[in-house]
């Protein structure tokens, strides 16, 4: 089988680079380490930095980060504090700082490690890259399926972003209340190159999460009505959102805010419309509750794949039929996903046949074409006539409803 081979740059830095220094004097003589050794996984480079005080390692793009071995050569006078031997085990997925003792100064090193960009192999079969939306940077490209499901034709765009490379930039933007078009969001915030409606909305009002630099915009606690014991009664269910991480990956995510903070659960607590409601979302309901921290983050859902598993729970997320979802119906939609090689990747396609036997896709389907990539991370987002992708300010596909619709929020790349 042919293959596209889709490449960007070669590094992406996994965690800030900063550096401190405790204690009195000069420090004309800032020599401290003089080499790194890697004892495992391997290495592929390793620069350190006495001046600004860290130490760079470039590991291959699959390399194990939770126990990285090193041993330290330190320079005459100086000696290890924390830890306190030359050889250790360190866990790189997570800020690493480490001290020396030089005289009577305390010396801080951050550990920061670099990955070597992966490829994300696009089958020629299944996708062809897009040249006629104006020029890209080089580290986004677009791709337009076209292949074929049975019985309809499908209309898909996926934008890949590579976000490892430091250069684009993914925003959550909107806000609680207000809308805009995806055009008018384009030219009012900066024109980003590629940009994707974001979450649910009702009467111009955000219903579900958006995180922008670690700022609460909009919360998520859902709350749905459906009918039990012949009433209405109102169920909490935990809903699908996608987050930026502080190492700058990406994961998907069943979440709920209470007493004013975001939890994230392993699974979503099992509703199911019809049946009995259960308990309001906490620190103790789902089990095994974590607080979530993301620095940037849109709720939608329902989660479509998490940790390279598909999931679409649906029915426990409470995007059954009286949602309007249609989660197995055919319609125009919209996902944000994330490529375990570093990539960032928003999909649309269109729907409702504004293009001749083009129906639309249903979550399943969406999903299986995310995973057919090699997706790790997605979930679905606001679909039907607020499906809308522009690059360059250029619509990818014909919005349903003949025209833009107004949404409060987006998801974009700059």
Known sequence: ?????????????????????????????????????????????????????????????????????????????????????????????????????????????????????????????????????????????????????PGKSVKAYIAVADVTSGKGTFRVLGEKTGSLTPAQFYQQKSQPVVLLNGGYFWSGTSLGLIIRNGQTISHAQPVVNRTYNG????????????????????????????????????????????????????????????????????????????NGVYQNLWENE???????????????RSAIAYHPNGYLIFFVCEGRNKTANTPGLTLNEVADLLLDLGCSEAINLDGGGSSCMLMNGKETIIPSDGKQRTIPNIVAIY
């Open 318 to 332: 409470l995007f059954d039929e009286a949602s309007g979802v249609g989660p197995t119906y055919n319609h125009p």
């Open 1 to 149: 089988m042919s293959t596209t081979l889709f490449k960007w740059g070669l590094l992406c830095s996994l965690l800030l680079i900063s550096c401190s220094t405790q204690g009195d004097g000069d420090e004309l003589d800032f020599v401290y380490i003089n080499e790194v050794k890697v004892v495992s996984p391997q290495g592929e480079e390793v620069k350190v930095d006495n001046f600004r005080k860290t130490i760079e390692i470039l590991f291959d793009s699959k390399a194990d980060l939770s126990a990285v071995e090193l041993e330290l050569t330190l320079a005459e006078n100086v000696r290890m504090v924390n830890p306190e031997t030359v050889r250790a085990t360190y866990d790189l997925t997570r800020e690493t700082v480490i001290q020396l003792r030089k005289d009577n100064r305390t010396i801080s090193f951050k550990i920061v490690a670099l990955l070597k960009s992966a490829e994300i192999d696009i089958s020629a079969e299944d996708w062809a890259e897009q040249h006629t939306f104006g020029a890209l940077p080089d580290y986004l490209a677009l791709f337009k399926y076209r292949g074929e499901l």
């Open 231 to 306: 009433a209405q009664t109102p169920y909490y269910p935990t809903q699908g959102a996608f987050g930026m991480e502080v190492n700058g990956t990406f994961t998907a995510r069943w979440v709920y805010e209470s007493a004013q903070t975001l939890y994230s659960y392993p699974s979503p607590a099992p509703n199911k419309a019809g049946e009995q409601p259960l308990p309001v979302p906490s620190a103790t309901f789902p089990q095994r509750a974590v607080a979530w921290k993301p620095t940037a983050a849109i709720g939608a859902g329902p989660l479509l794949i998490k």
